[in-house]
């Protein structure tokens, strides 16, 4: 029973580029959620998903920033035109339903470098 | 808002002995859950252990135990027989509502554990 699955573990941009993550929720698993962890901090909710839905997108910058979860496919953290603050682990989780008693499984995350 | 906060850094144990690591939060909900997740060098996230608030028997897995004290708004986590793999960082967590539809993960810091052969 494979856990979530992050790809590419490893990214490497250029300022100005745009930065693609993926993540395969656990199988039987529809919810989704995108944390952000800067050097040296604790991770950061960014926005949580269901299929085809994105329900609270609170933590996720304004500008540049975008997720969705298709109904087939992986679910995709977009980020437009990179900036050297973007440079973080980016680490995505999911859950069999959402509530305070669901546990939240993380996936190894995707380490971007902006340059 | 929900806050969670580790007061420790950094801490080191030797093999074979005991560590308590700290954590403190706040909130005005009465039934959550908390958790302690583990962060190797592989930056994989393991979850540790998890508590319910509402349960007030600690939680105990293998050689992880929590202190869950509600009132005082504390859970800490021991190891025991501490191993050369327990090295990683680790970090408290609460779940909460968001209050925008979610029940989103809030960490503390963590802190980071090594341990002395």
């Known amino acids: 029973n494979a856990g979530v699955m992050q790809n590419p573990r490893h990214l490497v941009r250029r300022r100005g580029q745009e930065a693609r993550l993926r993540c395969s929720p656990m199988?039987?698993?529809?919810?989704v959620y995108w944390y952000r962890q800067l050097p040296e901090e604790g991770l950061k909710f960014m926005v949580y998903l269901q299929k085809e839905n994105i329900i609270d997108e609170s933590g996720m910058p304004k500008e540049r920033f975008s997720a969705e979860f298709p109904k087939e496919g992986p679910s995709i953290l977009r980020i437009q035109q990179v900036v050297r603050g973007d440079s973080a682990a980016y680490f995505c989780?999911?859950?069999?339903?959402?509530?305070?008693?669901?546990?939240?499984?993380f996936g190894p995350g995707t380490r971007l470098t902006v340059l | 808002a929900q806050t969670v906060t580790q007061s420790q850094p950094e801490m080191s144990v030797q093999e074979a002995e005991t560590v308590t690591l700290s954590c403190t939060y706040d909130t005005s909900e009465s039934d959550y859950y908390l958790f302690w997740y583990k962060q190797p060098p592989s930056r994989q996230m393991i979850l540790v252990i998890r508590q319910e608030a509402y349960k007030q028997q600690n939680a105990t897995e293998n050689r992880f135990s929590v202190n869950f004290q509600k009132a005082a708004k504390s859970f800490s986590l021991k190891i025991s027989d501490s191993q050369l793999g327990d090295a990683a960082m680790y970090f408290c967590?609460?779940?909460?509502?968001?209050?925008?539809?979610?029940?989103?993960?809030?960490f503390g810091k963590g802190t980071k554990l090594s341990v002395i052969p």
């Open positions: 989780a999911s859950s069999p339903s959402t509530g305070y008693t669901d546990t939240q499984y």
């Open positions: 967590a609460y779940i909460g509502y968001s209050g925008a539809g979610s029940y989103q993960l809030t």
């Open positions: 199988k039987g698993h529809s919810h």
